[in-house]
Every structure is written in structure tokens, then in C-alpha cells.
């Protein structure tokens, strides 16, 4: 009941008219920028934090709720009506909702992704609302070496386990990792790979590596195989679902949440599997009711069920965020950025050194979801009228954005030389199938790693053996093993439930280019 009354606080600070016209403005543009091909959430994020700076916390917090679940609304969008997914997490809604808008179902596709991402949100908020104290509460009885062996935990699963290939995976965290190390140390003062260049003393901030990587570097790969054949939209009139689509897609959604939370909960979580599990169950229940032909052909559940279970996971992910301080999708290292920036770092101490911060961004994510509802189901046409954008002027916009938002973020034009640089090296990262997450882990993470790594040798007067001198550390260095282990077995067997995802994702990238 306790949480029940921090949350009613938090509703009573951000339920203000001009909160909520913030919210408004939030879902509005996160919708906007999400919508457009090949944009993920985690990018329309990283594109709109500026427009956050100069605000109070509690609007900020507010109109960033409504960009993020207006981000993950507008991926889906894409996904139905142009086979262009955003996000690998997306791949799944694609692969059924594209079959109905091209069977003239565009609408109902539309309406139950919709209606399953505000079910699935809403819920997985809740749940948040519960697991996150709890969580936080023991979270404060950690020690350093076991929230080093978490971190450790958190990238080696983002890294190996939930990525096509680990090779590649682990070389985009040594360059994350890398990154992180730039700027003076802490505790020596020495620099570290500056080049001998003042501005990079205090290190790279991350809004300029998570925009220099998603937007410039997907406008550069864009342009390097763009095609002049004009996008094919698929008309769509105003979204709904008839009384049969109704009794077919409740089911799909409450499945999809329960896959989609717990995934997203796990301080090495992700959206990815959740989604192909939930494609599996809702295809195997059909088989058992005889309706398994229409899969493949546009099935309304094949859309239900990865849609919920994507946002329910992307809820998820709020409780190691906020009780952890770990990020683990690619959406919310940028969220974390987006606190740090108001210099609130989000581990165990947060909940009771600011816990009306933490209780107004719970409430705002709820009223950005239901906003998020309300307006744009009735906004969908025009969203598909976004998508007729000619490819060039459409990322001229994206890199004007970019530009801004790298340079407003400390005011110097030397960051937008940094942003060229970050920019080229996402468009290599693409060239060469190098996933993002496990870079954008590693520059966030790295620096907390090192101070928990010196914390815990400084305690144990420098003695090794004192990374693994408590028993939750213990543990988590089995799961690491097993980790690491598991998925080589597995593979051996029969392809790995991502590699499959990667298959399907591989499949639509003609479409993203064209």
C-alpha cells in the first residue's frame, strides 16, 4: 500500500494542465520522430533529449515519458505498414502485421498493436511500481563486489547471449568499453586517450555517442544504399478491431505481458526473446485450434502478443534501471543518460534520496501511455502519410536534428566533430554487423565498473580475491559461466532463438533501404 500512496503523490505532482501538455507534446513528437523508417525508440530518444533541456525535472520527466512510449509506438507503425523494423525487438510485430496491411487489414494491425502496447505498458508500470523498492531495498546491502560481478553479468548476457554472434558482441563492448575510459582519472587525475585535447578531459558525453551512433550512423548507412525506387505505404483508414479481433487479441496481450516483464526485469534482460517466444506460443495455440494456416499470412495474434510482450519488457526495464542502476537495452542506456543529465544517478540510494523523483517518472510513464492512446489511434493516417517523405529530405531532417542535439548538449562545436566521428563509426558498426547495444553498455557502464572494481580492491587492501569474497558474487559468476557456456551447447543442437530473429531481421533489410 505504500508504493499505492507514493504513486498517488507522484499522479497529484504531474497531473498539472501544463504537465500534461507536456506529456502531450512528448507522445506528439515521440511518435513523430519514431514513426520514421528505420528509427527505433532508443534513437528517437537519443534525437529528442535536447528538447528536454532547460525544463524543471518533473516536466522533463514528463514529456520524456511520452517520447519514449511515443518512440516505441511509432516503431510499430513502421514495422505494419512498411516491413521496416526499427529495433530487432520489432522484427516479430513485422513479420505478421505487414501480411495484414497488405491483405487490406492495415487498420486492425494498427488498433491491436495500439491497444496491447497500452495493456502491456500499463501493466508492466504497476509491476514496476512493486518490484523496484523491493528490489532497491536489497539492492542496498550489496557490496562492491557483487555489483561489479552484476555489471559483469549485465554485459556479458546483452553481449553474448542476446546477440547473433558473440565475437561480434564482445567487439562492440571493447569499443564502448574504450570509449568510457577517455577523459581524466578520477583518481589519479592522469589523462587517459585524450590525445592531448583539454575538451575531452571530461570525458564523451553520451548523448553524443548515442546520436552520433543511431542517428548519424543509420542517416550515413541509409545514404550509402539508398534506392531511388519511391517506399510503398500502405493506405490505412482510422484504426479499430471488430468484436471477433477483440476476442482473438485479449489473450495474445495478457501472454505477451507475462513473457515480456520478467525478460525486461533480469538485470540482463532484453525484448528480443520475449517477442519470438510469444510469436511461438500464440502460433502453437493456433495450431491447436486449427487456425495455425493463417500465420504467415497475417494472423491479428502474430501482432498481439510480440507488441505486448515488447512494451511489457520495455517496462521491464525500469526496475534495474531505477533500483540497479543498470541499463540493459539500448533504450534505456539512453534513459540513463537522459538522469544523469539532471544529475540523478539511479541505483539503491535513489529511492529514498528522491523518492518524489522516482514516484513522478513512474506516474508520468503511466500518463504517457494512456495519452499515447488517446491521441493517436485517431493520428494514425497521418502518421502513414509521414512515411511518404522522400529518403533525402527525410535524413537531412534527421542529421539537422543530430547536429543540434550534439551541440546543445555542452554548447561547444567540438562536439559535433566528435559526433562525425561516433557517426562514422555506427555506419562501420552496420558495414560490419556489429550490434549498438553492447557499445552504448560499455561507455555507460565502464566508468561505474571501474569505481566499484577500485572500491572493492581498495577495501581488501588490493588482494584479487576480493571480487569473489561474497556469496552473491559467487553466484553471479556461475550464471556468467553458464552464461557464456549454455549457448554454445545450445547452437550445436538447433539455431539460437535471436539468430533466428537476426535471420528474419536480415529478410526485411532490402525493405529498410529502399
Same mark, same amino acid.
Given at each position: 500500500?505504500?508504493?499505492?500512496?507514493?504513486?498517488?503523490?507522484?499522479?497529484?505532482?504531474?497531473?498539472?494542465?501544463?504537465?500534461?501538455?507536456?506529456?502531450?507534446?512528448?507522445?506528439?513528437?515521440?511518435?513523430?520522430?519514431?514513426?520514421?523508417?528505420?528509427?527505433?525508440?532508443?534513437?528517437?530518444?537519443?534525437?529528442?533529449?535536447?528538447?528536454?533541456?532547460?525544463?524543471?525535472?518533473?516536466?522533463?520527466?514528463?514529456?520524456?515519458?511520452?517520447? #519514449? #512510449?511515443?518512440?516505441?509506438?511509432?516503431?510499430?507503425?513502421?514495422?505494419?505498414?512498411?516491413?521496416?523494423?526499427?529495433?530487432?525487438?520489432?522484427?516479430?510485430?513485422?513479420?505478421?502485421?505487414? &501480411?495484414?496491411?497488405?491483405?487490406?487489414?492495415?487498420?486492425?494491425?494498427?488498433?491491436?498493436?495500439?491497444?496491447?502496447?497500452?495493456?502491456?505498458?500499463?501493466?508492466?508500470?504497476?509491476?514496476?511500481?512493486?518490484?523496484?523498492?523491493?528490489?532497491?531495498?536489497?539492492?542496498?546491502?550489496?557490496? +562492491?563486489?557483487?555489483?561489479?560481478?552484476?555489471?559483469?553479468?549485465?554485459?556479458?548476457?546483452?553481449?553474448?547471449?542476446?546477440?547473433?554472434?558473440?565475437?561480434?558482441?564482445?567487439?562492440?563492448?571493447?569499443?564502448?568499453?574504450?570509449?568510457?575510459?577517455?577523459?581524466?582519472?578520477?583518481?589519479?587525475?592522469?589523462?587517459?586517450?585524450?590525445?592531448?585535447?583539454?575538451?575531452?578531459?571530461?570525458?564523451?558525453?553520451?548523448?553524443?555517442?548515442?546520436?552520433?551512433?543511431?542517428?548519424?550512423?543509420?542517416?550515413?548507412?541509409?545514404?550509402?544504399?539508398?534506392?531511388?525506387?519511391?517506399?510503398?505505404?500502405?493506405?490505412?483508414?482510422?484504426?479499430?478491431?471488430?468484436?471477433?479481433?477483440?476476442?482473438?487479441?485479449?489473450?495474445?496481450?495478457?501472454?505477451?505481458?507475462?513473457?515480456?516483464?520478467?525478460?525486461? +526485469?533480469?538485470? +540482463?534482460?532484453?525484448?528480443?526473446?520475449?517477442?519470438?517466444?510469444?510469436?511461438?506460443?500464440?502460433?502453437?495455440?493456433?495450431?491447436?485450434?486449427?487456425?495455425?494456416?493463417?500465420?504467415?499470412?497475417? +494472423?491479428?495474434?502474430?501482432?498481439?502478443?510480440?507488441?505486448?510482450?515488447?512494451?511489457?519488457?520495455?517496462?521491464?526495464?525500469?526496475?534495474?534501471?531505477?533500483?540497479?542502476?543498470?541499463?540493459?537495452?539500448?533504450?534505456?542506456?539512453?534513459?540513463?543518460?537522459?538522469?544523469?543529465?539532471?544529475?540523478?544517478?539511479?541505483?539503491?540510494?535513489?529511492?529514498?534520496?528522491?523518492?518524489?523523483?522516482?514516484?513522478? !517518472?513512474?506516474?508520468?510513464?503511466?500518463?504517457?501511455?494512456? !495519452?499515447?492512446?488517446?491521441?493517436?489511434?485517431?493520428?494514425?493516417?497521418?502518421?502513414?502519410? !509521414?512515411?511518404?517523405?522522400? &529518403?533525402?529530405?527525410?535524413?537531412?531532417?534527421? !542529421?539537422?536534428?543530430?547536429?543540434?542535439?550534439?551541440?546543445?548538449?555542452?554548447?561547444?562545436?567540438?562536439?559535433?566533430?566528435?559526433?562525425?566521428?561516433?557517426?562514422?563509426?555506427?555506419?562501420?558498426? &552496420?558495414?560490419?554487423?556489429?550490434?549498438?547495444?553492447?557499445?552504448?553498455?560499455?561507455?555507460?557502464?565502464?566508468?561505474?565498473?571501474?569505481?566499484?572494481?577500485?572500491?572493492?580492491?581498495?577495501?581488501?587492501?588490493?588482494?584479487?580475491?576480493?571480487?569473489?569474497?561474497?556469496?552473491?558474487?559467487?553466484?553471479?559468476?556461475?550464471?556468467?559461466?553458464?552464461?557464456?557456456?549454455?549457448?554454445?551447447?545450445?547452437?550445436?543442437?538447433?539455431?539460437?532463438?535471436?539468430?533466428?530473429?537476426?535471420?528474419?531481421?536480415?529478410?526485411?533489410?532490402?525493405?529498410?533501404?529502399?
Amino acid at each position: 500500500m505504500d508504493s499505492l500512496n507514493l504513486l498517488l503523490d507522484g499522479f497529484g505532482a504531474a497531473l498539472t494542465p501544463e504537465n500534461l501538455l507536456y506529456a502531450a507534446i512528448g507522445v506528439f513528437l515521440g511518435t513523430f520522430v519514431g514513426v520514421l523508417p528505420g528509427i527505433g525508440p532508443a534513437m528517437a530518444i537519443a534525437l529528442l533529449l535536447p528538447v528536454t533541456y532547460g525544463l524543471d525535472p518533473v516536466p522533463a520527466f514528463i514529456m520524456f515519458a511520452g517520447i #519514449y #512510449y511515443g518512440g516505441m509506438y511509432g516503431g510499430s507503425t513502421t514495422s505494419i505498414l512498411l516491413n521496416t523494423p526499427g529495433e530487432s525487438a520489432s522484427v516479430m510485430t513485422a513479420l505478421e502485421g505487414n &501480411r495484414m496491411a497488405k491483405a487490406g487489414r492495415a487498420a486492425q494491425a494498427l488498433a491491436t498493436a495500439a491497444i496491447g502496447s497500452f495493456i502491456a505498458g500499463t501493466i508492466g508500470t504497476l509491476l514496476v511500481v512493486f518490484f523496484a523498492p523491493a528490489l532497491a531495498g536489497v539492492a542496498v546491502k550489496i557490496g +562492491a563486489p557483487s555489483y561489479f560481478a552484476l555489471m559483469v553479468l549485465s554485459m556479458v548476457m546483452v553481449t553474448s547471449v542476446l546477440g547473433g554472434s558473440w565475437m561480434r558482441g564482445f567487439i562492440s563492448l571493447f569499443l564502448g568499453l574504450t570509449i568510457g575510459l577517455v577523459g581524466l582519472d578520477l583518481n589519479t587525475g592522469q589523462s587517459r586517450l585524450s590525445f592531448d585535447q583539454p575538451l575531452l578531459a571530461d570525458r564523451i558525453d553520451v548523448v553524443v555517442v548515442a546520436v552520433g551512433i543511431f542517428a548519424l550512423g543509420e542517416a550515413l548507412w541509409v545514404a550509402a544504399h539508398l534506392r531511388r525506387s519511391p517506399l510503398h505505404v500502405i493506405p490505412v483508414g482510422r484504426p479499430w478491431m471488430g468484436r471477433a479481433d477483440w476476442k482473438r487479441s485479449w489473450g495474445p496481450w495478457l501472454r505477451g505481458t507475462a513473457y515480456g516483464f520478467p525478460f525486461g +526485469a533480469l538485470p +540482463a534482460g532484453g525484448s528480443e526473446l520475449p517477442t519470438f517466444l510469444s510469436y511461438l506460443t500464440e502460433k502453437k495455440l493456433a495450431g491447436r485450434r486449427g487456425g495455425d494456416d493463417e500465420f504467415g499470412r497475417g +494472423a491479428i495474434e502474430g501482432v498481439a502478443g510480440p507488441e505486448a510482450a515488447n512494451n511489457a519488457a520495455a517496462a521491464g526495464t525500469f526496475v534495474p534501471l531505477l533500483a540497479l542502476g543498470l541499463p540493459v537495452t539500448a533504450t534505456s542506456a539512453v534513459m540513463l543518460a537522459a538522469l544523469q543529465g539532471y544529475g540523478i544517478q539511479p541505483g539503491p540510494g535513489l529511492m529514498t534520496d528522491q523518492p518524489e523523483l522516482v514516484w513522478v !517518472l513512474l506516474a508520468s510513464l503511466l500518463i504517457g501511455n494512456f !495519452l499515447l492512446l488517446v491521441l493517436n489511434l485517431p493520428l494514425a493516417p497521418m502518421w502513414a502519410k !509521414l512515411l511518404r517523405i522522400p &529518403r533525402p529530405q527525410l535524413y537531412a531532417g534527421i !542529421l539537422f536534428f543530430a547536429a543540434l542535439g550534439a551541440y546543445a548538449t555542452n554548447i561547444q562545436a567540438f562536439d559535433l566533430f566528435l559526433l562525425l566521428v561516433m557517426g562514422l563509426l555506427g555506419l562501420m558498426m &552496420r558495414r560490419f554487423g556489429l550490434p549498438v547495444l553492447p557499445l552504448i553498455l560499455g561507455v555507460i557502464l565502464g566508468p561505474l565498473m571501474e569505481f566499484r572494481l577500485r572500491e572493492a580492491m581498495a577495501i581488501s587492501g588490493g588482494e584479487v580475491s576480493a571480487l569473489w569474497s561474497e556469496p552473491l558474487a559467487v553466484v553471479i559468476y556461475v550464471i556468467v559461466a553458464i552464461a557464456v557456456i549454455a549457448p554454445l551447447v545450445v547452437r550445436r543442437v538447433r539455431p539460437a532463438p535471436a539468430a533466428v530473429a537476426a535471420d528474419i531481421e536480415e529478410s526485411t533489410e532490402e525493405e529498410k533501404v529502399r
